[in-house]
Structures are given as structure tokens and as C-alpha cells.
């Protein structure tokens, strides 16, 4: 069963079909996105019930109606925890533990993630005491973190010394070297106190090595950008252009073996989730990517920790080149310089809407359809992709 497509295709598809010229038909524009003229058909109908054109039940609609389900069975499950713990903690000469009760609900089929929430405990010391038995040394060290953190919680302005006073008072007595380290590891500062940041400390390494880059004979590198099969390489970068609303960014996924943009993603904001995005869209329409490079500049979007778990959700490899060096994605640019020529620059766009429309309806029909290249056998991308490859390992 083929994957279905990612929404915003369908969105942008769907926006094309509304506004299309008058004698262009639906099937016209289904075979010009690759897709079936029913297919279409569809999309259109249910597009026509999420905006209230027609009658009918919306997935906003049904998202409620779940969304109220599972709300209604997480309350039910924390009613549940607070009625436990509050008849585990009237049992005579219990210990101050809380993981039993975890534990005593886990099995119950209430979720670890619930419990620790609704008693304010963390995930991970409790995981660590299911594998490894807590020694009283450790309990001691808690007690008495417990106690520093509340009174640091209550007095913010205090210095170690003086919660060592408060943590006295509640019951933890302990000597000021022992609460220094314990506030020192915590990071519980006072807020008049000196800051303690990372001042001097240059920036991080590149969160992906350059894997593009090969040596020649003599010593010297340069970027390559090939592949022998699709899902080998794919290369993505962000580009922009003003409307009369605002800027409109488009983050660009091309597989450097057809060169086909795979996946996009447009927005009014250049956020990390435009490139997780067109990430996750690309994915959806290509199927099996596990081991696929995706080569991209040092862009903040690209380093953030979403992209790098979006990766690794995917089972693909990151690939960055250096900093300020445009070369070292020229693949991706040069497929910017062409869609800066063939619509940004052609004329002033009043709205992010038809900038949006135009930007798709030539990804979709001119570029991947129409538009040759030298580089693919005279071939446009999808008919490279069509030939060269087998029918069984050919992109939806």
C-alpha cells in the first residue's frame, strides 16, 4: 500500500486546483503533481468540508473528539494516582519513597510518564532505582538536595550559607562545603550573585561532519555531489523572498541523483520546524531513506536539536559544510539561482499565497516535468528517475 502524501502537498495541490485558469481541467493539473484525477477529486472534497464549503464532519472536528478522549482517560488517571498516594501515604512506618507506588501503578497499567507528573517526581531517578537499589548515602544526598532546592525555591536572593540555615531547620543538617557542592552542581545560585556562564568558551564543533568533500591526487578537496542510486544523497538548504505581507521561506530537499526536490516546506517563519518539516515530507514520499546523507550548510535550523532527532528518527546521516562557504552546497544553490530567475524575480507578489502557489506549481510541473537537464541525458528528473530506476524502487 502505497504511503499517503504529506498534507502540505496536499494543501498546495488543492490551492492550485482552486485557482487554476479558466479552461484548465482537474486532470491536467493531477498529471502535472503526479497524481490520479480521482485522487484529486478527493482532496478537493475534503477540503471543501474543512473549510465549511460542505457539510461534513472535519478532521479538526474528529482531533476534538479525541483529543477530549484521551484528556477524559488521563484525568480518570490521575484521579487514580492521588487516591493511591493518598492511602499510601496514611500506611503506618512507611519510608519516604515514592518509587513503590510507581511501581505498584506501572503495573496497573497507569503510565509511568502520569505518575511522576502528577506527584512531581522525575522520570529518570526512578528508572535508575528499578535497576540499581538506592544506598543511604544516596538517600541522605537526596534529603538534603530536597531540602536546599526548597529553600531556594522559597528565597531565591540566598547564598549556599544561608540555606544551609533553612535545610537545617527542616530537619537536614549538613556542613557548608557539603551544601556548596550540592548548589554547585545544581546550578542554585543566588540571584546577587556573581553569573556564572560560559564567558571566553568559543562555539561547539558542527553538529555533522562534511561528507561531501573528497581529496584529489595532489592534496586538495572539493565538494561531490553524486550518488549512484535515489535516497543516497539529498541535499537541502533555505531560501527567501519578500512579499507584500512579509518574507516567505522555502526549505528545498533535492536528491542529487535525479536531482528531485523530494520534500519542501513552506512558511512565513524561518524556524527550526521548516526544516523538520520538509525533512518529514520528504520521507513520507520517498519510503526506505534509512543510511540517506542529507547534506546541508551550519544553518541554525539545521544544527537544532529537532533536525538532529528528526535525523536520527529516520535512521539518516547529517552532512554540513563549513561556515560562509556557499560552495560547499552548490548543488542546492544553483537550484535556488533557478528558482530565483523563473519566479521571485519575475514580478513584485502582493501575497504569500500566490507566491506559494507560483513556487509549487513550478517545483510540480515545470521543474520536475518539463524542465531538461544536461546533467540527467537531456532527461527532466522524473523521467530519469523513471528509466534508471526499477519499478519497484521508484518514488511515489
Same mark, same amino acid.
Given at each position: 500500500?502505497?504511503? /499517503?502524501?504529506?498534507?502540505?502537498?496536499?494543501?498546495?495541490?488543492?490551492?492550485?486546483?482552486?485557482?487554476?485558469?479558466?479552461?484548465?481541467?482537474?486532470?491536467?493539473?493531477?498529471?502535472?503533481?503526479?497524481?490520479?484525477?480521482?485522487?484529486?477529486?478527493?482532496?478537493?472534497?475534503?477540503?471543501?468540508?474543512?473549510?465549511?464549503?460542505?457539510?461534513?464532519?472535519?478532521?479538526?472536528?474528529?482531533?476534538?473528539?479525541?483529543?477530549?478522549?484521551?484528556?477524559?482517560?488521563?484525568?480518570?488517571?490521575?484521579?487514580?494516582?492521588?487516591?493511591?498516594?493518598?492511602?499510601?501515604?496514611?500506611?503506618?512506618?512507611?519510608?519516604?519513597?515514592?518509587?513503590?507506588?510507581?511501581?505498584?501503578?506501572?503495573?496497573?497499567?497507569?503510565?509511568?510518564?502520569?505518575?511522576?507528573?502528577?506527584?512531581?517526581?522525575?522520570?529518570?531517578?526512578?528508572?535508575?532505582?528499578?535497576?540499581?537499589?538506592?544506598?543511604?548515602?544516596?538517600?541522605?544526598?537526596?534529603?538534603?538536595?530536597?531540602?536546599?532546592?526548597?529553600?531556594?525555591?522559597?528565597? /531565591?536572593?540566598?547564598?549556599?550559607?544561608?540555606?544551609?540555615?533553612?535545610?537545617?531547620?527542616?530537619?537536614?543538617?549538613?556542613?557548608?562545603?557539603?551544601?556548596?557542592?550540592?548548589?554547585?552542581?545544581?546550578?542554585?545560585?543566588?540571584?546577587?550573585?556573581?553569573?556564572?556562564?560560559?564567558?571566553?568558551?568559543? *562555539?561547539?564543533? *558542527?553538529?555533522?561532519?562534511?561528507?561531501?568533500?573528497?581529496?584529489?591526487?595532489?592534496?586538495?578537496?572539493?565538494?561531490?555531489?553524486?550518488?549512484?542510486?535515489?535516497?543516497?544523497?539529498?541535499?537541502?538548504?533555505?531560501?527567501?523572498?519578500?512579499?507584500?505581507?512579509?518574507?516567505?521561506?522555502?526549505?528545498?530537499?533535492?536528491?542529487?541523483?535525479?536531482?528531485?526536490?523530494?520534500?519542501?516546506?513552506?512558511?512565513?517563519?524561518?524556524?527550526?520546524?521548516?526544516?523538520?518539516?520538509?525533512?518529514?515530507?520528504?520521507?513520507?514520499?520517498?519510503?526506505?531513506?534509512?543510511?540517506?546523507?542529507?547534506?546541508?550548510?551550519?544553518?541554525?535550523?539545521?544544527?537544532?536539536?529537532?533536525?538532529?532527532?528528526?535525523?536520527?528518527?529516520?535512521?539518516?546521516?547529517?552532512?554540513?559544510?563549513?561556515?560562509?562557504?556557499?560552495?560547499?552546497?552548490?548543488?542546492?544553490?544553483?537550484?535556488?539561482?533557478?528558482?530565483?530567475?523563473?519566479?521571485?524575480?519575475?514580478?513584485?507578489?502582493?501575497?504569500?499565497?500566490?507566491?506559494?502557489?507560483?513556487?509549487?506549481?513550478?517545483?510540480?510541473?515545470?521543474?520536475?516535468?518539463?524542465?531538461?537537464?544536461?546533467?540527467?541525458?537531456?532527461?527532466?528528473?522524473?523521467?530519469?528517475?523513471?528509466?534508471?530506476?526499477?519499478?519497484?524502487?521508484?518514488?511515489?
Amino acid at each position: 500500500m502505497p504511503k /499517503p502524501y504529506p498534507k502540505e502537498f496536499r494543501d498546495d495541490v488543492v490551492r492550485v486546483a482552486r485557482n487554476r485558469e479558466p479552461g484548465v481541467h482537474l486532470k491536467q493539473i493531477a498529471a502535472d503533481f503526479g497524481i490520479s484525477e480521482s485522487c484529486l477529486t478527493n482532496w478537493m472534497k475534503t477540503a471543501d468540508v474543512e473549510d465549511g464549503v460542505k457539510p461534513g464532519t472535519t478532521a479538526a472536528e474528529n482531533s476534538e473528539l479525541r483529543e477530549a478522549r484521551k484528556r477524559i482517560r488521563l484525568l480518570e488517571q490521575e484521579n487514580e494516582v492521588l487516591r493511591r498516594a493518598a492511602a499510601y501515604l496514611s500506611q503506618a512506618n512507611l519510608p519516604k519513597m515514592m518509587y513503590p507506588l510507581v511501581r505498584e501503578l506501572a503495573g496497573d497499567g497507569i503510565p509511568v510518564t502520569v505518575t511522576c507528573r502528577v506527584l512531581k517526581i522525575a522520570r529518570q531517578p526512578y528508572y535508575r532505582w528499578l535497576t540499581h537499589p538506592v544506598t543511604a548515602s544516596e538517600y541522605e544526598q537526596a534529603y538534603r538536595a530536597n531540602a536546599l532546592f526548597d529553600a531556594h525555591r522559597d528565597d /531565591p536572593e540566598f547564598g549556599y550559607r544561608f540555606l544551609v540555615d533553612e535545610a537545617r531547620e527542616a530537619g537536614e543538617p549538613m556542613a557548608e562545603r557539603t551544601a556548596w557542592r550540592i548548589c554547585s552542581r545544581q546550578g542554585w545560585w543566588s540571584v546577587f550573585g556573581k553569573r556564572r556562564g560560559k564567558n571566553g568558551k568559543r *562555539p561547539g564543533p *558542527p553538529v555533522h561532519e562534511d561528507l561531501c568533500v573528497v581529496t584529489d591526487d595532489k592534496g586538495r578537496q572539493r565538494h561531490e555531489f553524486t550518488a549512484d542510486a535515489v535516497n543516497e544523497l539529498w541535499l537541502t538548504d533555505i531560501t527567501e523572498h519578500r512579499t507584500g505581507e512579509g518574507k516567505l521561506y522555502l526549505c528545498a530537499i533535492k536528491d542529487a541523483y535525479s536531482n528531485r526536490i523530494v520534500g519542501y516546506s513552506i512558511d512565513s517563519r524561518m524556524k527550526s520546524r521548516l526544516a523538520v518539516a520538509a525533512l518529514d515530507n520528504a520521507v513520507a514520499r520517498r519510503g526506505d531513506v534509512a543510511g540517506c546523507i542529507v547534506h546541508s550548510d551550519r544553518g541554525s535550523q539545521f544544527r537544532s536539536r529537532k533536525f538532529v532527532h528528526a535525523l536520527n528518527r529516520h535512521d539518516m546521516v547529517g552532512s554540513m559544510g563549513r561556515v560562509g562557504a556557499a560552495g560547499d552546497n552548490a548543488a542546492m544553490e544553483s537550484f535556488f539561482s533557478l528558482l530565483q530567475k523563473n519566479v521571485l524575480d519575475r514580478r513584485p507578489w502582493t501575497t504569500r499565497e500566490e507566491l506559494r502557489i507560483a513556487i509549487v506549481t513550478w517545483i510540480e510541473r515545470t521543474y520536475h516535468r518539463r524542465r531538461r537537464q544536461d546533467a540527467l541525458g537531456r532527461l527532466t528528473p522524473i523521467e530519469y528517475e523513471t528509466i534508471m530506476t526499477t519499478p519497484a524502487t521508484q518514488a511515489a
